[in-house]
């Protein structure tokens, strides 16, 4: 009941869309574009071991691959910006500048590079998601109250301290803002990275199914994609929660 009065609008307008869909759909009566979302259901119903068992390992490991190469790089890299001035005049420019290109462009050089493997797909998803991950992070790290690390400072605090026990606190919530924004893109990372070059994946799915004028098989991959960025987006928000209990308790 609980989640029901939290969400209950978000559900019902779902359900409404849903609904719309199914009428939409059957009287098109054209199933191979315009697929009924039971029929969907029930194509996936029908895929659900070649998809769970082939093609959903194959995505999962090119999406926490991809997010943990960000974490490294995009924390890493945001800390060494709010550290060094000249480090950030260098790379912020080019950080921008990594979002302005087509990111669909540059999968097939990608795939010419490395080929069918996994890091083809590895690269384009850190290439989706290392961006929120570092600008939040640097963000949250400047935005750091700076009466409170002058207080410390009069104190005799080391910049070591003084980074744990101000800045990483002021941080904490703009990652987690970054990180949640990161792990919705890293399924359109990992979906358009097989989409173009794999042989295995939800994405490489989805276009096979294509090929076969298959609709309802090309939206049921889709579905899964929706619901593991869904789950992954409230894994973050559990982290949080569990993270950061001291800002609840406030």
């Given at each position: 009941?609980?989640?029901?009065?939290?969400?209950?609008?978000?559900?019902?307008?779902?359900?409404?869309?849903?609904?719309?869909?199914?009428i939409g759909a059957r009287l098109y009566g054209k199933p191979f574009i315009l697929p009924s979302p039971i029929n969907i259901l029930a194509r996936l119903w029908e895929l659900r071991s070649v998809l769970f068992i082939n093609h959903l390992p194959a995505?999962?490991?090119?999406?926490?691959?991809?997010?943990?190469?960000?974490?490294?790089?995009?924390?890493?890299?945001?800390?060494?910006m709010h550290e060094s001035a000249i480090v950030r005049k260098a790379f912020f420019p080019l950080l921008i500048a990594s979002q302005t290109i087509p990111v669909i462009a540059l999968a097939?050089?990608?795939?010419?590079?490395?080929?069918?493997?996994?890091?083809?797909?590895?690269?384009?998803?850190?290439?989706?998601t290392f961006f929120p991950i570092?600008?939040?992070?640097?963000?949250?790290?400047?935005?750091?109250?700076?009466?409170l690390k002058e207080v410390l400072q009069t104190m005799g605090a080391t910049k070591r301290q003084i980074f744990l026990k101000v800045e990483l606190p002021s941080a904490l919530p703009h990652f987690y803002s970054?990180?949640?924004?990161?792990?919705?893109?890293?399924?359109?990372?990992?979906?358009?990275g097989e989409w173009l070059g794999a042989d295995s994946g939800l994405g490489y799915f989805s276009r096979r199914m294509m090929t076969q004028f298959d609709g309802a098989g090309?939206?049921?991959?889709?579905?899964?994609?929706?619901?593991?960025?869904?789950?992954?987006?409230?894994?973050?928000g559990l982290l949080e929660r569990i993270t950061m209990k001291w800002r609840n308790e406030n």
């Open positions: 009941m609980k989640i029901f009065r939290r969400y209950g609008l978000s559900i019902g307008l779902v359900l409404l869309l849903l609904i719309v869909w199914e995505t999962l490991a090119v999406i926490l691959i991809g997010l943990l190469m960000s974490l490294v790089l995009g924390i890493g890299l945001s800390i060494w097939p050089i990608f795939v010419l590079w490395f080929g069918y493997s996994i890091w083809s797909k590895v690269v384009v998803t850190v290439l989706i570092t600008v939040n992070t640097f963000d949250g790290l400047r935005a750091a109250d700076p009466h970054g990180l949640k924004v990161a792990v919705t893109l890293s399924v359109i990372g990992a979906a358009i090309v939206f049921a991959p889709i579905v899964l994609l929706s619901l593991l960025g869904i789950a992954l987006f409230l894994l973050v």
